[in-house]
């Protein structure tokens, strides 16, 4: 919790908390008294949302911290507005249905850098053309966002319960660690999550192309996050001078190690699940000892599994020296590394060995892999969504290579599904755009996501 007490903007305190808090009373009150049905479409919601530059890092997600809890406030529902720290803001409401037993939607706000210079239209302009609506955070993950919103706002709006309480959580700093928002929540706000048992959230539900059908990939974990901090000590000394114990020369050899090494492949169940469904759905068996060949073979079919099928470490930073001829005495390094469920032990006793003696580790952050239940019943219901709203749909298990949020929230016990349903155009590369240029996501994706985030909060399968 920041300094200074309850961290709640609705309980007023720091300078533009209370405005905060204000905004979203009135908009509750103007509602009440006119009535009002009037719901944006999902790309308008969208579209506003990624108008607020919610970079991390910068300077926060209040703006569009504030405009979701206001939208929440005119639909009746009472959005609990905090910060862990000024301006790193999350709104969490909850809808209540006809059963306690509670489903979570959650979602980020926050979002990566993006350099003007290498984009056609501005990151932060919205821009909505060419059938999509243009802009950072349109894939990663405010389109997502704008969904969920436009979902549960239309519901009200035609006076639809559903059949659970649903949890919303829009929250700050996914794209860092989550120190600011999803841990933040699940230890200081934790009563708001009483009931959840399960949750959806991004990278999944989305489609990919095959033939005849259309394969959507349902999250069911994700590879666990061990983001490292390296560091080499040596002797100091004078660059012309043969080097007693150079430090930099230490930490790249041991980078060269780890960044060259080979990781065996290490079936997990639900990757092999998905190369099964895979099998069948194109009618090729899948070689499984010859996967990375497999999965240039299948294309974006293989690209569901070509970074789940081992653990994976790269050196993404460096920092030595401070002169040219001065051999420094210490290096450092960042390595982002990434585990399959179950073998956290077995990676790190990899790394070490790789490293060597000479170097130590510290964790800047450790999360484990979470699993969700596969096969399971809640699995059937969203693949039992997609397929009402899409007859060709193929639904699939599937494990990220990447981390969300949903860590954090296992913590509580809460079984975490990947499932922000799209249909996208063959021709967009959806995993590319995450992070990259030029970010989009076509109007109709957003609009048949909306339908089918309807069907399963409706139970009208």
Wanted: charged letters at 25%; glycine letters at 10%.
């Amino acid at each position: 919790m920041a300094p200074g007490g309850d961290d709640r903007l609705r309980a007023g305190g720091r300078a533009g908390v209370l405005r905060a808090a204000l905004r979203v009373r009135d908009a509750r009150g103007a509602a009440a008294e006119t009535g009002r049905k009037t719901v944006k479409s999902v790309a308008e919601i969208c579209s506003d949302l990624i108008r607020f530059d919610t970079t991390n890092p910068g300077s926060g997600e209040r703006p569009a911290a504030e405009y979701v809890a206001v939208l929440l406030a005119e639909a009746g529902l009472e959005p609990e507005v905090f910060e862990s720290a000024p301006r790193r803001t999350t709104v969490v409401a909850r809808m209540e249905g006809d059963s306690p037993d509670a489903l979570l939607i959650h979602g980020h706000l926050d979002v990566v850098p993006a350099d003007p210079a290498e984009w056609r239209t501005h990151p932060f302009s919205g821009e909505i053309a060419d059938g999509c609506v243009h802009g950072r955070g349109a894939v990663d993950m405010k389109g997502s966002c704008a969904m969920t919103l436009a979902t549960v706002l239309g519901m009200r709006a035609r006076g639809e319960r559903p059949r659970r309480d649903i949890v919303l959580a829009f929250l700050a700093d996914e794209e860092a660690t989550g120190d600011y928002g999803s841990r933040h929540a699940v230890t200081e706000h934790r009563e708001l999550f009483d009931g959840v048992t399960q949750a959806i959230s991004e990278s999944g539900g989305f489609s990919v192309g095959s033939g005849e059908h259309r394969v959507y990939p349902v999250a069911v974990g994700e590879r666990g996050t061990a983001w490292m901090k390296l560091t080499a000590h040596g002797v100091a000394g004078h660059g012309s001078r043969p080097a007693v114990d150079n430090p930099v020369a230490t930490l790249v050899q041991a980078l060269s190690r780890v960044a060259s090494h080979q990781w065996p492949v290490r079936l997990t169940p639900s990757v092999a699940a998905l190369i099964q469904a895979l099998s069948e759905i194109t009618g090729q068996p899948v070689d499984l000892d010859r996967l990375d060949e497999e999965a240039a073979r299948l294309g974006a079919l293989g690209l569901l599994f070509k970074g789940q099928i081992r653990n994976s470490a790269n050196p993404t930073m460096l920092d030595a020296g401070y002169k040219v001829n001065v051999v420094p005495s210490t290096a450092e390094a960042h390595v982002d590394g990434r585990y399959l469920p179950g073998l956290q032990e077995e990676f790190l006793a990899t790394i070490d060995e790789l490293l060597g003696p000479k170097i130590t580790r510290e964790f800047v952050n450790l999360e484990d892999a979470p699993a969700a239940p596969f096969p399971s019943p809640f699995f059937d219901e969203l693949a039992g969504a997609l397929v009402a709203e899409d007859p060709l749909a193929r639904p699939v298990p599937y494990v990220m290579s990447g981390g969300t949020d949903a860590k954090s929230f296992a913590r509580l016990g809460i079984e975490g599904y990947g499932f922000a349903p799209l249909m996208l155009r063959p021709d967009l590369d959806y995993f590319g755009m995450f992070h990259g240029k030029d970010e989009r996501v076509p109007v109709e994706g957003l609009e048949f996501g909306t339908r089918v985030l309807t069907r399963l909060l409706t139970g009208t399968l």
